[in-house]
């Protein structure tokens, strides 16, 4: 396995509909596993392709609520139903130092791939209902940001361009 570079925002990848993936081989076992490395040694619960510069529907989930930490893999997930609302602080490994709180739906249906081509179906709720969401919304080049308000947003834009100019 191997560390991949987290691309961060403004990056055009990250605004990217990613394409579907036909036939998950061995290039796409290989980039969902230097996913999960990569997720966790950035102390992250999901990562979706883009944010590693690849523009494919490919996600990788870290399911924490469990007893032992369980890492799925979705290729080609699509959202079947949703229910409910709830709020809830969110964060991105691709707009670092950034975290606000978002309402989505609370209780999901994802349908999608699994490594070895099967199809999966699963119902979740709590956090990973909420990962799954802010995740599959990368592959359409959708940020947590885009779900504020404009003042809100704005005021976080203000907040990354005064992040840049501290980091030389
Ligand atoms: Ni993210």
Do not use: W
């Not at 080049?141 to 005064?162: N, P, T, W, Y």
């Amino acid at each position: 396995m191997a560390k991949l570079e987290i691309k961060i925002y403004p990056d055009p990848v990250l605004r990217k509909k990613a394409a579907n993936v036909e036939k998950a081989g061995s290039g796409e076992r290989k980039l969902a596993y230097d996913m999960i490395e990569t997720m966790r040694s950035a102390n992250g619960v999901g990562l979706a392709a883009p944010q590693v510069g690849i523009s494919k529907r490919i996600i990788v989930v870290e399911d924490a609520e469990g007893d032992e930490k369980i890492s799925l893999t979705l290729i080609n997930p699509k959202i079947t139903q949703k229910k409910g609302r709830v709020k809830f602080c969110e964060g991105c490994l691709s707009l670092p130092g950034i975290s606000n709180d978002v309402i989505r739906p609370e209780f999901i249906t994802v349908e999608a791939l699994n490594l070895d081509g099967e199809p999966i179906k699963i119902n979740a709720d709590g956090l990973l209902a909420r990962i799954i969401q802010h995740e599959t919304d990368h592959l359409d080049g959708i940020m947590f940001i885009d779900k504020l308000s404009f003042l809100k947003r704005k005021k976080i834009m203000k907040q990354l361009s005064a992040k840049v100019c501290v980091e030389f």
